[in-house]
């Protein structure tokens, strides 16, 4: 305090007894002053250091952090390029594969052969795919499996079904990420070229690790078009915002469309709402066209008009439009597809605005 000053003295003659002594103690308070010192000062940087190193709280992720999950699922593997071969959307087919198709062998060297088997299914009954194996496949963590029979490649498809892929989105590379370990303070800049690369590196990353992406980012849409982000929130829910369109359950069921353009088919039942219509289709024969054209000829007459197949909301629709007159007009409807096999289609339509009235419609191949 300003003013007052105190004398030492006195105390220094009562713990001197020699001036040896004092000598020593002189010289260890010195020494612990030093040390005390050094660990002050080592603190102190270290706490500089951790400011300096670690970034502001909104601009660092972990990997536990939705918007990086989120990112997990739109680089997880996209199988679904290549469903003419496989009919799965969680497993890709290494190329090249030969694969056998009404007794057709097609070697599939590019996915410009994928019309090749294309062509083939549609003047094939069974509208199978038959591989001749070993072959190779992609899981959707990008790991490569050796696949050596029908039974291990259905086994493998029907364990990966449920993965929460986002498909309608994609990030355009390269990205720029600067990484932040918390446990020695080391960072760095990681450029990611690819969806592998993105999700390679976001499955390797620990909890402790923070990750800030660099800003802005460019994301490319299902129609083509760009949107640039320039933030966490903006990533995110332009991510979400696309989830809707990249449902699984969404788009073509191939294998349905493969079985309803393979070979003629014939109403076995038709109902509409009670009334039994069974017998005006009697002796007509429809035919899908993979064009999306139908017919329904019984020899003497022949009607023309439209097919549509997909799903929506994880329900499998097939619209039927033929242009024709009373009775046949009854048949024209968006049907939910209830059972189909390689033999038998059955569908219903229920009227929205009158639940109860029913129409059900089975189809059956000859």
């Not at 990008?142 to 929460?164: A, F, G, K, P």
């Not at 966490?232 to 294998?255: N, Q, V, W």
């Amino acid at each position: 305090m300003r003013g007052r000053t105190f004398d030492m003295k006195p105390v220094l003659l009562v713990i001197m007894g020699s001036s040896t002594e004092y000598n020593n103690i002189v010289k260890k308070i010195s020494q612990w002053l030093v040390i005390f010192l050094a660990i002050t000062s080592f603190v102190a940087c270290q706490e500089e250091e951790s400011l300096i190193k670690l970034p502001p709280d909104d601009a660092a992720i972990t990997v536990e952090s939705p918007v990086a999950q989120l990112l997990l699922r739109v680089a997880t593997l996209d199988g679904s390029s290549d469903n003419i071969l496989d009919q799965s959307s969680c497993l890709t087919i290494v190329l090249p594969v030969t694969v056998i198709v009404d007794d057709e062998t097609i070697v599939v060297t590019s996915p410009a052969d994928f019309d090749l088997v294309e062509d083939a299914l549609d003047d094939d009954d069974d509208g199978a795919v038959a591989f001749i194996f070993p072959i190779e496949v992609i899981l959707p963590d990008y790991s490569r499996v050796t696949v050596t029979s029908q039974s291990q490649l259905s086994s493998l498809i029907e364990n990966c079904e449920d993965q929460d892929d986002i498909e309608c989105i994609d990030i355009k590379y390269p990205i720029s990420i600067k990484l932040y370990d918390t446990n020695n303070q080391v960072s760095d800049v990681i450029t990611i070229t690819s969806d592998e690369s993105l999700y390679n590196f976001l499955r390797q990353l620990s909890e402790n690790t923070y990750i800030s992406i660099q800003f802005p980012v460019t994301l490319i849409n299902s129609d083509g078009a760009e949107l640039v982000v320039g933030n966490y929130d903006e990533l995110e829910t332009a991510i979400l915002l696309s989830e809707d369109d990249c449902d699984d359950d969404d788009g073509t069921d191939f294998e349905f469309v493969q079985i309803l353009t393979a070979g003629n088919w014939i109403v076995d039942s038709f109902i509409d709402e009670g009334d039994d219509q069974t017998n005006d289709w009697a002796n007509y024969v429809l035919k899908f066209n993979a064009d999306g054209s139908l017919t329904a000829s019984n020899g003497n007459t022949e009607l023309s008009g439209t097919w549509h197949a997909d799903t929506d909301d994880g329900e499998l629709e097939l619209t039927i439009q033929l242009i024709a007159g009373n009775p046949f007009d009854d048949i024209n409807e968006d049907w939910t597809v209830k059972q189909y096999d390689s033999s038998l289609i059955k569908l219903e339509d229920e009227d929205d605005q009158e639940p109860g009235e029913l129409k059900t419609l089975t189809l059956k191949k000859i």
